[in-house]
């Protein structure tokens, strides 16, 4: 079972940054890519950003440039690095993992970011 764990989550002024990090409890020996998604109440989850573990990254419209995926494998950590904020990125931020070959999909708890003035 594989478990993730977000962290980094808070509040900021508008312009400012945040570090997400997102913790997995143990390796996956297939092909899998992790992402970072984004939820408003009432509104659709969003992919904001994702890692494949082939290293391919690929990221959302309205967070390129300002958003940048990486990823530590001896830690199994993969980070979301948001700079230039806007109160529109405010939303819970989840962490998800998805074995491609299975399509098994994990996420963890979430982590909240505000960006208000």
């Known amino acids: 079972q594989v478990q993730l764990v977000e962290s980094g989550g808070g509040s900021v002024q508008p312009g400012g940054s945040l570090r997400l990090s997102c913790a997995r409890s143990?390796?996956?020996?297939?092909?899998?890519?992790t992402g970072w998604y984004r939820q408003v109440p009432g509104k659709q989850r969003e992919l904001v950003a994702r890692?494949?573990?082939?290293?391919?990254?690929d990221y959302a419209d309205s967070v390129k440039g300002r958003f940048t995926i990486s990823r530590d494998i001896a830690k199994r950590t993969v980070y979301l690095q948001m700079n230039s904020l806007k109160p529109e990125d405010t939303a819970i931020y989840l962490c998800?993992?998805?074995?491609?070959?299975?399509?098994?999909?994990?996420w963890g708890q979430g982590t909240q970011v505000t960006v208000s003035s």
């Open positions: 998800n993992v998805e074995i491609v070959a299975t399509r098994q999909s994990y």
């Open positions: 890692i494949f573990s082939s290293g391919v990254i």
């Open positions: 143990t390796g996956i020996f297939s092909a899998y890519v």
